[in-house]
């Protein structure tokens, strides 16, 4: 099955730095991947996600870069503010499968 | 505008007792599932299930069972609960394919 690894499990930043954060999978099938946002006690939300045939894609100021050859993606985001922090969660799956895997998140720290 | 709501935001149970979980989503979403929630382990799949009526075992599934009687609801059952089942339970719902993934608050379940 499908095996998502996340990096780093912690990553802390001032305010104003750029942060990112990389995953890697390892079914070459795979051809959706989403970036959720979980605030503390809150619920996990989509911020941004990146189908298998673009390799960017932008919003603002966070953006995902994906290398299918190397099977690996990342989220970026600039001029991190403190409202930033949060656990970012990674996942991929494929065209007929409704599950997909996640990455075991990473706590962004934002420090004003 | 929720669309995927818990019925418990907090839970306290004993141990041995028989424990029920809600989950209602109001977008016709074929699939649901149930996860885990703990420190440093991500999020870790339960039970799903991609239509009424059929479940299927996620990674964890030990000590746990489900029922999908509606398109709607999803529920988790915890037949006796054990102190080791003290965990935030996070209840999502998507379209085939994993598109439109979406997350309900949460149950933060502890078992004394």
């Known amino acids: 099955g499908e095996n998502v690894e996340q990096h780093p499990s912690t990553l802390s930043v001032q305010e104003g730095d750029s942060a990112v954060i990389k995953c890697t999978y390892s079914?070459?099938?795979?051809?959706?991947f989403p970036w959720y946002k979980q605030e503390l006690g809150k619920r996990p939300q989509l911020i941004i996600d990146?189908?298998?045939?673009?390799g960017e894609k932008k919003d603002q100021r966070i953006a995902v870069t994906l290398n299918k050859t190397a099977k690996h993606f990342s989220l970026h985001i600039t001029e991190t503010q403190p409202e930033d922090s949060a656990v970012y969660f990674c996942?991929?799956?494929?065209?007929?499968?409704?599950?997909?895997?996640f990455g075991r998140g990473t706590s962004l720290i934002v420090h004003p | 505008d929720v669309k995927v709501t818990q019925s418990s935001r907090y839970l306290v149970k004993r141990t041995g007792e028989k424990v029920f979980l809600e989950c209602v989503q109001d977008?016709?979403?074929?699939?649901m599932f149930w996860y885990r929630q703990d420190p440093g382990l991500g999020l870790r799949l339960i039970y799903f299930?991609?239509?009424?009526?059929?479940?299927e075992k996620g990674d964890i599934p030990e000590g746990y069972s489900v029922s999908r009687e509606k398109k709607e609801r999803f529920s988790l059952i915890l037949e006796s609960a054990s102190t080791n089942q003290t965990s935030m339970y996070l209840c999502?719902?998507?379209?085939?394919?994993?598109?439109?993934?979406?997350f309900g608050s949460g149950t933060r379940l502890t078992v004394v």
């Open positions: 977008m016709d979403h074929e699939n």
């Open positions: 079914d070459s099938a795979s051809n959706y």
């Open positions: 990146i189908r298998s045939n673009v």
């Open positions: 299930s991609y239509d009424v009526k059929m479940k």
């Open positions: 996942a991929a799956s494929k065209g007929g499968s409704y599950i997909p895997t």
């Open positions: 999502a719902s998507s379209l085939t394919g994993g598109y439109g993934y979406t």
